[in-house]
């Protein structure tokens, strides 16, 4: 059966990245991949266009899709709005919550050839390989009540970090079933020698290893986690975390690898369905000069082809086009080093497909 594609190019950068990303999945299209592919508008684009940064018609058109391609969104042309449902960010957290894309997955891997471009020591993060396993669809960023209002004669601003048992259960099965998956090894992040709600979380995470007796549950506090990251960051294989611990983790282990602009990431609902980002963001200050990374958008394809699309063969080779581009000497600006060459947008676009198609 056809299965539909939704992509959203969104703000910033993302236009000029998903169409380099586009162009690999058209690719797997002419290799026999059945699938429909419709794009859609999001964030401040689709703000300026309908007044709304998530329109009943792309919510229609990301529900219907099996998967969906997203860019980046937001940028300082709409920082100035002050109702934050009207802010670019709310299109995604609305996907995020409409679709009930609870399961993020974020790995870190840093690429032998990119282990120079790291702002630690190469030795540190040479063969990395983390998957931070982030919940998405909680947490702080969706609890209530929140606001800011007025008390006592001065305004308040005030967030609800809140988790129910099955939300942690089903994030935590996710992990676990990720570290069986990978090196049996599974780090929960919490901070239970403060937050309640994280004692609750790590009561889940206890009472759900028996079931994984394969895997090696571990235990730390989010700011040792974020002092251990960057210390030793190869002791961990996959971590699980809340929704803001996750937001801000993913960032640093990002970091590890090089650039922002090499990591995919797939947000995954019950069902399978998923969207698929870079994990940076729309950059606006390079937008519109084709000097932007594609590879993190080009592989979030590869992962949607694993993760929703169940065609493990065709991510492989994607990953491995990447790889061999890197080992070609290619970099656009943000990863270049001594003695490689620096490409624009469309030019890395070009080679991840001449490779994918040479493989
Ligand atoms: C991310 C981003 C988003 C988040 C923003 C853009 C709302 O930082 O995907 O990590 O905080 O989740
Ligand atoms: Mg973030």
């Keep these: 059966m056809t299965q539909k594609i939704l992509v959203l190019p969104g703000d910033g ?7 380099q990303a586009s162009r690999i999945l058209a690719a797997c299209q002419a290799r026999g991949l059945d699938v429909e592919v419709e794009e859609g508008l999001v964030g401040g684009s689709a703000y300026d266009a309908h007044g709304d940064p998530l329109p009943a018609e792309t919510l229609e058109k990301a529900k219907a899709a099996r998967a969906i391609l997203l860019g980046a ?9 002050e109702d934050l449902t009207k802010r670019p960010e709310k299109g995604l957290l609305g996907l995020r919550k409409n679709l009930g894309l609870f399961g993020n997955l974020r790995p870190a ?3 032998p050839q990119l282990a120079d471009a790291s702002s630690l020591k190469p030795e540190l993060v040479a063969g990395l390989d983390i998957m931070i396993v982030r919940e998405l669809t909680g947490g ?13 004669g001065e305004r308040v601003g005030f967030n609800t970090y809140v988790y129910t048992e099955s939300e942690i259960e089903r994030i935590g099965r996710v ?10 090894k599974l780090c929960s992040v919490d901070k239970a020698n403060v937050l309640e709600v994280t004692i609750l979380w790590r009561e889940v995470m206890e009472r759900l290893a028996p079931e994984y007796p394969d895997v090696e549950l571990s235990h730390m506090y989010v700011d040792n986690a974020a002092m251990q990251l960057v210390r030793a960051p190869k002791q961990f294989d996959v971590m699980v975390t809340g929704n803001m611990f996750g937001d801000i983790l993913s960032d640093a282990a990002a970091m590890l690898t090089g ?6 990431s797939a947000s995954l609902n019950e069902s399978g369905q998923g969207m698929y980002e870079p994990c940076h963001g729309s950059a606006p200050d390079i937008a519109g000069q084709g000097i932007a990374n594609p590879l993190a958008t080009i592989l979030s394809v590869a992962m949607m082809l694993r993760y929703s699309l169940d065609e493990p063969m065709l ?11 890197l080992d070609e000497g290619l970099r656009t600006a943000d990863i270049a080093s001594a003695g490689t060459r620096t490409v624009s947008t469309a030019a890395m ?4 497909l001449a490779a994918f198609e040479a493989l």
């Design 259 to 264: 650039s922002i602009g090499m990591l995919p």
């Design 315 to 325: 991510a492989n080779r994607i990953e491995e086009a990447v790889g061999k581009v």
């Design 109 to 111: 891997i840093t690429y």
């Design 140 to 152: 702080i960023y969706f609890g209530q009540p929140r606001g800011i209002e007025e008390r006592n």
């Design 13 to 19: 950068i993302g236009p000029e990245i998903t169409a």
């Design 73 to 81: 969104v937001g940028g300082p042309k709409w920082d100035i709005l």
């Design 349 to 352: 676009g070009d080679a991840v």
């Design 175 to 184: 992990a676990f079933e990720m570290a069986q998956k990978r090196g049996k």
